[in-house]
């Protein structure tokens, strides 16, 4: 017989059942971050990720945000890439995980001369640290010119055609349709936490009552005209608005962006909703740090967490943190 615990009086212990067997190998088990800019972050900010148990990341370089002129050049594309690749082996030697980049044509602002980047990316995708072209995506609307929608799609499409033409997979920009706020900031002052003047967004290239999900059907006609096979694409900032139409319309993968909930709205709770829809085999989580953003390098970690606790079983955890990276990616391990 069990001896009752030596306090004063019962407490909560005294009429606990015994509790459940705790995963605890979840505390050590590795992640793949499939979609950030951690070079851009601080080093802080990197250790973060290596000391939560990041095995390996792809870094993404086609971010426009970094570009400071308006409308962007090729050359200033060009630029991003090239301090990425300039900087990627120094940022795996100081934090010990596998870094690798994706290079891509981001539609978020209106390039010049698109042509010029799709000649110099074929040999950016024959680098052993690229591992990915992308992000792009059409984009309903841009920052500060717009740039048609047919357009858009023919440079989603030629850099889709590179990436089956180089055996890359591609990472879209899916638009991700956050809740609406029941309040609205001053105007001017724009969005705290998102270091953007997003007063400068231009006119709506694509309109209608749902043009977030538009734009990646139009990625999906890109992907089709690529002739690349849809699990060699993995649709990043996938949410609510688009999952059922990706997952019933197509076979890509679907990433889910949880580094920034407060500004799109997805969390570990609706990941897990996902995987009990659709089970683990198409889902990945990606954390889309930025150092234009207010973002968390342990939202992944905290996330292998959270889905235990919102009744995910550790076998699909680990499928979707890091079996599915692996594979599609090639990378990690």
């Known amino acids: 017989m069990t001896p009752p615990d030596p306090t004063k009086r019962p407490t909560d212990a005294t009429h606990l059942e015994e509790g459940p067997d705790l995963p605890t190998e979840l505390l050590n088990l590795p992640w793949i971050d499939v979609h950030n800019h951690a070079h851009t972050l601080s080093w802080e900010d990197r250790e973060r990720y290596a000391l939560s148990g990041c095995e390996s990341m792809v870094m993404v370089a086609s971010g426009y945000h970094w570009t400071p002129y308006k409308p962007v050049r090729a050359s200033d594309v060009r630029f991003l890439w090239d301090d990425a690749v300039n900087r990627r082996a120094a940022i795996e030697r100081g934090h010990f995980f596998e870094a690798n980049l994706g290079l891509g044509i981001h539609t978020g602002v209106r390039i010049e001369n698109p042509d010029e980047l799709l000649e110099a990316m074929a040999d950016y995708c024959d680098l052993e640290e690229v591992v990915a072209v992308g992000e792009t995506g059409v984009t309903p609307a841009q920052h500060v010119e717009a740039w048609d929608v047919a357009e858009q799609r023919a440079v989603v499409q030629a850099q ?31 969005v705290p936490g998102y270091e953007k003047n997003t007063e400068l967004s231009t006119e709506p290239v694509l309109e209608g009552d749902n043009p ?3 734009a990646v059907k139009l990625d999906v006609q890109a ?3 690529a002739g690349i096979d849809d699990d060699r694409v993995v649709a990043s900032h996938a949410d609510r608005n688009n999952t059922d139409y990706l997952m019933e319309n197509t076979d890509c993968y679907l990433s889910y962006t949880i580094g920034h909930s407060w500004l799109i709205g997805v969390d570990a709770a609706d990941v897990a909703d996902m995987i009990d829809e659709y089970g683990p085999d198409r889902i990945m989580i990606d954390t889309d740090c930025a150092n234009v ?3 968390d390098p342990f939202a992944l970690k905290r996330a292998i967490f959270e889905l235990y606790r919102y009744g995910i ?18 990378i990690g391990g």
Do not use: C
């Open 293 to 295: 953003l207010r973002t």
């Open 313 to 330: 079983d550790e076998d699909a955890i680990r499928k979707v943190v890091l079996e599915n990276p692996r594979d599609v990616f090639g």
């Open 160 to 190: 889709m055609e590179l990436a089956d033409a180089h055996d890359l997979p591609v990472l879209l920009h899916t638009p991700n349709q956050s809740g609406d706020s029941s309040r609205t900031y001053r105007s001017g002052i724009g």
């Open 212 to 214: 977030a999900l538009e």
């Open 223 to 225: 992907m089709h005209g």
